[in-house]
């Protein structure tokens, strides 16, 4: 069964093979010729009753998804130049640890960390302190983590490789428009620091739960509380400070004066967390009511970058919808099965085979019937 074929016609593909009995077989993906696609990369059709004994983990080590895109950004990460922000970055990458917890090694330190944002502003009064400092319960990796909170973007295994290697090709192609068009040459390397480091606190705040979806999250100055700790993180490591402001500005731009009060709230919340004065370590101006000046255009393409999450926040949620519909109809659920792990699994599974953007290509080029078919040949009903 090939799900995703790139060396010829994805519509002529599809069409053929959407009407193609499901089976077990192996799926090939294969790219154009010239293309840096993904190649010779195979998986197996499953039946649902095998599926549903899948863990998260196991998910993504079935994915044609996971090997491309987690290869690809481990290139880039042995690519740079600076040797501290490297060993962060590939420790991330293969093993991700809090760092930030050796700081916080008890509940009265957790405690004091709580109060003293929450005096700020930045949490609520009934924000835990594990809900800030969730415990680490099992072995986190980035490959098969999910790149958002569940229902957003990329919420699936290996959604967080997805995400993010998504995110430095938008970043590093933007760097290109910019000196093609305004002879603007910004800084390739810090742009891949800042994409690389920025989600790789995701694995812990995110963790798998036993149902099949993700931690739910609170948010730290007005933003997710996996973004606040990434650059904490990056502040307790002592990175270089442009990395560390461009790593703020991911969630948030500071184009405008009413924009920029975003990010300075999340360097001053970060900073509270990190034990570290974000004026005198570089982080903010000396007024510490903007970014340090003159701004750097890197921090900004970080940002654009990191707005895939705009069409593919949509597009999960609508290819979920359609998705319930051959749940209904194929493979036995009820509509209270659709808010269980036998929905999650099923959801997980198909998303990290195919991805949700892929299966929403077919549904939109050609309709409910071949989607419908393309889910079928990823998972056999029984």
């Not at 072995?139 to 973007?153: E, M, Q």
């Not at 967390?273 to 370590?281: F, M, N, S, V, Y």
């Not at 659709?338 to 195919?354: E, G, H």
Request: contains cysteine; proline residues 5%.
């Amino acid at each position: 069964m090939a799900i995703w074929d790139k060396s010829i016609d994805r519509r002529d593909f599809l069409k053929t093979a959407a009407g193609a009995a499901a089976a077990f077989a192996a799926a090939s993906i294969l790219p154009r010729p010239g293309s840096t696609a993904p190649r010779d990369i195979e998986t197996t059709a499953i039946k649902f009753s095998e599926m549903e004994k899948l863990s998260p983990t196991e998910m993504a080590k079935r994915s044609p998804l996971r090997e491309y895109g987690y290869n690809w950004l481990m290139d880039k990460a042995n690519g740079l130049q600076d040797e501290t922000v490297k060993k962060v970055v590939l420790e991330g990458l293969k093993s991700p640890k809090p760092l930030i917890l050796k700081k916080y090694p008890d509940k009265a330190s957790k405690e004091a960390c709580r109060k003293a944002l929450l005096a700020a502003g930045y949490i609520k009064e009934e924000n835990t302190i594990d809900q800030i400092f969730p415990e680490v319960k099992n072995k986190l990796n980035f490959w098969d983590a999910a790149g958002a909170g569940w229902g957003g973007h990329h919420a699936y295994p290996c959604g967080l490789i997805t995400h993010v290697a998504t995110d430095l090709q938008t970043g590093l192609s933007l760097i290109e428009n910019y000196e093609q068009f305004f002879g603007y040459s910004m800084n390739r390397e810090l742009l891949t620091e800042a994409v690389l480091l920025h989600d790789l606190t995701k694995p812990w705040i995110l963790q798998w739960t036993s149902d099949h979806k993700c931690l739910p999250e609170i948010k730290i100055a007005g933003t997710g509380c996996h973004h606040i700790q990434q650059v904490a993180d990056c502040m307790y490591r002592g990175l270089r400070p442009d990395v560390v402001v461009a790593v703020a500005v991911s969630h948030d731009h500071a184009g405008w004066l009413s924009e920029e009060k975003k990010p300075v709230g999340y360097i001053k919340a970060a900073a509270i967390i990190a034990g570290k004065d974000p004026i005198k370590e570089g982080y903010l101006a000396p007024d510490g009511e903007t970014l340090p000046l003159p701004r750097r255009p890197e921090s900004f393409l970080v940002h654009l970058g990191d707005h895939d999450f705009v069409l593919t926040s949509g597009i999960s949620s609508w290819t979920q919808e359609y998705l319930k519909k051959v749940a209904l109809s194929d493979y036995g659920l009820t509509k209270a099965d659709l808010d269980s792990s036998k929905f999650y699994n099923l959801r997980n599974y198909v998303y990290s085979q195919a991805s949700d953007m892929h299966l929403y290509q077919i549904l939109v080029d050609q309709g409910y019937d071949a989607f419908r078919q393309t889910v079928l040949d990823i998972v056999i009903p029984g």
